[in-house]
């Protein structure tokens, strides 16, 4: 069952992890982080919950590792956990298996059935760690679905081995907590009361806040930027949380984020038209430009600039700016490419857009990974004018890729992209501080001036982005520091 390695043992609990099922960038980092860590000496099992959508060709590599009943609950009432493991590139994966929580959902549906679903995860994890008699040095545990991991740890799971484990939490974005009536919490959670009384989950005298507890509980926080890390103490960025948080930092590092260069890696990218590297990517980049446009209906040729824009289509990435600035844009020599789903208003407004501007502008209104690489392929440079952004994936990519980023000066967005120096002939891409539509259009617009009248210092930026480290290995090696000093 367990590998013995001579470096730490790292349990990673959490909602969501590439490739059985991925919304965001909690995903990617599932993937990739324990990854990473196992290339530094660890043994790393990941524990996520069996959803009904995780596709067939998965479910079939996995062997079922045994079951158990387990308590939840206030009541006390009893609830079946089935183990079904898989391993890959050296990484263990154990999923929990109950039809009654996961058989249905996205994998979320609404807090009323997550709040339930994820208790039960939480204590669930822990239960499977101690059937299997595999206790790792640190418990790392993500975001609110994962949040009662520590709590549980250091109530339910006192007496037994696992207390030795040390927890950590990690904030890959503080707007989604988990909130709910205490009561619902209290009775799905089967904590004592006591934990309820003072402020540890209490939000009002009726709301109950699960990433709040965990963030008390949890022996270490981290987030996914040193900047989000000092700005989630502010009332601003903090979601009301900015005091607990103040209180707990001594225990809260920021680590940036870094992408799998395996699966991000131009060269062997087989879902672009023309794969490429650092010494083809001009001609190459042109090539795929050709092929996106191609594919998405859009007018070919030269003159004009391409820019990407693929995101979640929510409030937090700065959308309402990109509806604000769109007309003005669209000078005659831009094209726009948006992937995504989300927000209604922003499916229409960017649906309004392709049909007005017809032939330079494509709104694909879609989850589609493929088009998603050909998209940080063959754009000119790439939109992320985020309100906040704990880390971001998305700049990481294109400039992985040759394309410039365009972003706000926020969270990982400013801690990755050095703001373009003409003097100096320094920096990764165009940036903008105060979060209004005349400053992205500013960012927008020196982009263009460069890329329209200095191409050989564009060009420099571009093979610069593509020699960036942004891989997980620096991130890793932090994490292996701090796992360290949590079990000295
Ligand atoms: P967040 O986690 O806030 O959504 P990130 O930048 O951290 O944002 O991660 C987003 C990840 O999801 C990236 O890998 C991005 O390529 C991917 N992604 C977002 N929207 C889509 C989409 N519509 N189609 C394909 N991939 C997408």
């Not at 009904?52 to 996995?62: A, L, W, Y």
């Not at 109950?98 to 009323?112: A, C, K, Q, S, V």
Request: hydrophobic letters at 40%; glycine letters at 8%.
């Amino acid at each position: 069952m367990g590998k013995t390695t001579k470096g730490l043992k790292v349990a990673f609990v959490g909602s969501e992890c590439y490739p059985f099922v991925k919304t965001g960038g909690l995903g990617d980092v599932m993937y990739a982080l324990p990854r990473a860590l196992t290339r530094e000496g660890c043994s790393v099992r990941v524990i996520m919950p069996l959803y009904n959508c995780i596709p067939e060709k998965f479910k079939k590599q996995m062997k079922y590792v045994g079951s158990f009943m387990m308590d939840q609950t206030m009541e006390g009432r009893t609830f079946y956990v089935g183990i079904m493991e898989t391993e890959m590139d050296g990484v263990t994966y154990d999923f929990v298996d109950n039809r009654e929580f996961f058989d249905w959902g996205n994998p979320y549906t609404g807090l009323w059935e997550d709040i339930p679903k994820y208790c039960y995860f939480s204590k669930a994890s822990l239960a499977i760690l101690n059937y299997l008699e595999w206790y790792p040095d640190v418990i790392h545990c993500h975001d609110w679905q994962a949040a009662l991991v520590p709590l549980y740890l250091k109530t339910k799971f006192w007496n037994c081995p696992l207390k030795d484990s040390k927890s950590m939490l990690t904030i890959h974005n503080l707007r989604f907590q988990g909130i709910c009536g205490i009561q619902h919490l209290k009775y799905w959670s089967g904590l004592s009361d006591g934990l309820f009384d003072y402020p540890v989950f209490k939000v009002n005298d009726d709301e109950a806040n699960m990433f709040k507890g965990g963030l008390a509980y949890a022996d270490a926080i981290t987030t996914v930027s040193a900047t989000y890390a000092k700005e989630i103490q502010t009332p601003e960025f903090g979601e009301h949380l900015d005091a607990h948080l103040r209180y707990h930092a001594v225990r809260m590092k920021g680590i940036v984020n870094g992408i799998d260069t395996d699966i991000w890696d131009s060269s062997k990218d087989k879902l672009l038209a023309a794969p490429y590297d650092v010494t083809d990517v001009l001609e190459k980049k042109w090539e795929n430009k050709e092929a996106l446009r191609e594919q998405l209906g859009l007018a070919c040729g030269e003159g004009k600039m391409v820019l990407g824009l693929v995101s979640r289509l929510t409030d937090q990435k700065g959308l309402d700016l990109v509806d604000a600035i769109f007309p003005q844009i669209m000078d005659g020599n831009t094209q726009v490419v948006v992937l995504g789903t989300g927000d209604p208003r922003y499916e229409n407004a960017f649906r309004y857009y392709e049909e007005k501007y017809k032939g330079d502008v494509c709104a694909y209104i879609s989850y589609n990974e493929g088009l998603a690489h050909r998209i940080y392929a063959g754009a000119d440079a790439f939109l992320v004018p985020s309100l906040f952004e704990p880390c971001g994936l998305t700049q990481l990519i294109a400039m992985r890729y040759g394309t410039v980023p365009i972003v706000r000066e926020t969270g990982g967005l400013k801690d990755t992209v050095l703001p373009y120096d003409a003097e100096k002939n320094e920096g990764n891409g165009f940036t903008f501080d105060r979060y209004t539509p005349e400053n992205l259009l500013q960012a927008v617009n020196n982009a263009k001036t460069v890329f329209f009248t200095d191409r050989p210092r564009w060009d420099a930026m571009v093979k610069r982005n593509m020699e960036k480290d942004v891989s997980w290995e620096q991130s890793a090696k932090q994490y292996l520091a701090f796992y360290r000093e949590l079990k000295a």
